[in-house]
């Protein structure tokens, strides 16, 4: 695959990264024809030529000016992948990541195998919020570069971001499973792991299950004088906990009076009494 087609994160002449509005809209797709057509070789030449002004101009982080460039160069020679997804990656710039992904889209249909248009793509994606849509371009780009450890790195991080928001949802939403057994599933999958660098008190482990024990409550509320906090997954096993304790205990409590005895009831308490 030659350095064109690569997917290492750059741009198309440099790593450049600095952001700009657009002052004008991008040209419609519309206007470009995807019909394979004859193209001759002083449109390729011509083609050649605006890519290296586009090419100028993006350095130079005039990126309206690039686009055009890009555009008026795919207008000469539309079967050039490279073109497209240089432009795509000059509307990330401009932050027209729904042109972005239409640009980069084509350029994967003129050419299967190109893994850097594949990149692009999956980096809008994760712009617009499609975090399983980049998760499936990653993972394409791996099979066409296996060795790309920086796409591989972004790929873990993606899967990481879509339990975790997977996790925090299972507690706002209803859906047929309970908000509980869908957080132990995520808990199981390694969706709420421990940080590595947590040195606070640690809870019991005992078949893959933590237990609090007295001894972490008494350390957990002097790390909290101290102004410290839990992880993440401590709070919910603690939560998680509680849930299972006071599922188990009975809602209703029967107390036995005999004649004569009254019964104080001190403290905030909601619901009704009901006398036998």
Not at 17 to 41: D, F, G, H, Q, Y
Not at 95 to 119: C, H, M, N, V
Not at 262 to 276: F, N, P, R, S
Request: glycine content about 4%; overall charge negative.
């Amino acid at each position: 695959m030659s350095e064109a087609h690569s997917a290492t994160p750059s741009s198309p002449v440099s790593s450049t990264s600095t952001l700009i509005t657009s002052a004008t809209p991008s040209p419609e797709l519309k206007n470009l024809s995807l019909v394979p057509i004859e193209v001759s070789e002083h449109d390729k030449a011509e083609a050649l030529r605006l890519k290296a002004e586009a090419n100028k101009a993006f350095i130079s982080h005039d990126f309206p000016t690039a686009a055009k460039f890009y555009t008026a160069a795919i207008e000469k020679n539309p079967g050039e992948p490279t073109l497209w997804c240089n432009r795509a990656y000059t509307r990330m710039k401009l932050e027209e990541y729904g042109y972005a992904l239409s640009d980069a889209t084509q350029a994967i249909q003129l050419d299967p195998r190109y893994a850097k248009a594949f990149y692009r793509r999956a980096t809008c994606y994760m712009q617009v919020l499609k975090y399983s849509a980049a998760v499936v371009d990653f993972k394409k780009v791996l099979v066409l570069e296996p060795k790309n450890d920086s796409v591989r790195a972004q790929l873990v991080s993606t899967q990481k971001l879509i339990r975790k928001i997977e996790f925090e949802k299972a507690i706002e939403m209803e859906e047929e499973k309970s908000p509980i057994e869908r957080c132990r599933e995520i808990i199981a999958e390694g969706g709420c792991n421990v940080d590595q660098g947590y040195a606070g008190p640690q809870l019991d482990q005992e078949d893959g299950k933590y237990n609090i024990t007295y001894d972490f409550i008494k350390a957990m509320i002097q790390w909290f004088k101290d102004g410290k906090t839990l992880p993440k997954r401590y709070v919910w096993e603690i939560i998680l906990g509680a849930y299972e304790h006071f599922s188990n205990s009975d809602s209703l409590v029967n107390v036995e009076l005999e004649d004569g005895v009254t019964c104080d009831v001190i403290g905030d308490v909601h619901g009704t009494y009901a006398l036998g």
